[in-house]
């Protein structure tokens, strides 16, 4: 079956950054777009990023741009994050998805497939 297991959460001061993965497995990697989200406690889970399948469009969250990067490598079934200039508002469980077809989209049941979520905190 289809998995999405992320990694690379933790701790971090703010101003800090963390690199976020997620291997899949179980489907054909480079037939989909990936996409990262995150939920803070009490919230809905927002988009934060897309990548098409090829790697070579991505689309960000406003708040996001600049800082965090979205990139992947199809020959590893691995999607990344790369998180800078982490502040508290980025404090979340970050999940990543998979899902086919073009555009990118930020629409949350448009994607097929979620992982487990990987835990971000961001202290003062």
């Known amino acids: 079956q289809v998995q999405l297991v992320e990694s690379g959460g933790g701790l971090v001061q703010a101003g800090g950054s963390l690199r976020l993965s997620c291997v899949a497995s179980?489907?054909?990697?480079?037939?989909?777009?990936m996409g990262w989200f995150r939920q803070a406690p009490g919230t809905e889970r927002e988009f934060v990023a897309a990548?098409?399948?090829?790697?070579?469009?991505?689309y960000y969250l406003d708040s996001v741009k600049g800082r965090f990067t979205i990139s992947r490598d199809n020959d590893k079934n691995t999607v990344y994050l790369q998180m800078n200039s982490l502040n508290r508002e980025d404090t979340a469980v970050y999940y990543c998805?998979?899902?086919?077809?073009?555009?990118?989209?930020?629409?949350?049941?448009?994607?097929?497939?979620w992982g487990q979520g990987t835990q971000v905190t961001v202290s003062s």
């Open positions: 990548i098409s399948w090829s790697g070579r469009i991505t």
């Open positions: 998805a998979a899902r086919t077809g073009t555009p990118l989209t930020r629409i949350t049941n448009e994607y097929h497939y």
């Open positions: 179980g489907l054909t990697f480079s037939n989909y777009a």
